[in-house]
């Protein structure tokens, strides 16, 4: 059986193996522990390069300003896991939002129910991963929308859920506009740019002064 070893400074070391049950993965896990689980497979997740993680950060900070700002739910980052599906499974998204309606599902290790909305930023060892199985995995699971960013081919999309299957969100003037969160738009050329924009300057034009 494969099996990682996983060193935390000041810790002893861990091994966690290729497979084990949802309850050992819980108790496994901790607070340093960036993994996911899926049909009882443990996901180590490889850390974020410097492209990936600022375009995460910003778009972390922008959804979140969007939502506290209308007072719609809560947004949450890299660090809070979803359970969903059937059978469950433990993902970590780059960001994910939940309506206000659906706040007491929150749980103390992760959100219990598919998020109303997930982006994801794809990094070079997660290309697979985000286009195709999460793709499939979060519309079977009912993820009413979900935004894909890569910062390698610089291309975002957003896909809405209708009748059960995605459908692509199409560009309008090349802005994309999210239909789960009313007036909320990204311009991906945002993302694009070095140094980023400046958050408040995003904020003026999504109307957030």
Request: aromatic share 12%.
């Amino acid at each position: 059986m494969t099996a990682v070893r996983v060193l935390r400074p000041g810790r002893q070391a861990r091994t966690a193996r290729s497979r084990m049950t949802e309850a050992e993965f819980v108790a496994w896990a901790d607070e340093d522990t960036r993994a996911e689980w899926v049909d009882g497979e443990v996901i180590l997740m490889s850390p974020d390069n410097v492209v990936h993680t600022r375009a995460g950060v910003f778009l972390l900070r922008l959804f979140s300003d969007f939502v506290e700002a209308r007072d719609l739910g809560a947004v949450f980052g890299p660090n809070y896991a979803a359970r969903f599906g059937a059978p469950p499974r433990r993902r970590i998204p780059d960001v994910f939002f939940v309506a206000r309606s659906r706040l007491h599902l929150i749980g103390e290790t992760g959100f219990e129910g598919a998020p109303d909305l997930i982006v994801e930023v794809v990094s070079p060892d997660s290309v697979k991963r985000d286009h195709r199985e999460k793709y499939i995995e979060y519309q079977a699971a009912g993820v009413r929308e979900y935004w894909l960013v890569d910062p390698g081919w610089k291309q975002a999309h957003a896909y809405t859920l209708a009748r059960g299957r995605y459908k692509e969100i199409a560009e309008k003037d090349d802005v994309l506009h999210s239909i789960v969160l009313r007036g909320f738009f990204l311009k991906p050329e945002w993302l694009w740019q070095e140094p980023l924009p400046r958050l408040k300057d995003v904020r003026k034009e999504l109307g957030l002064a």
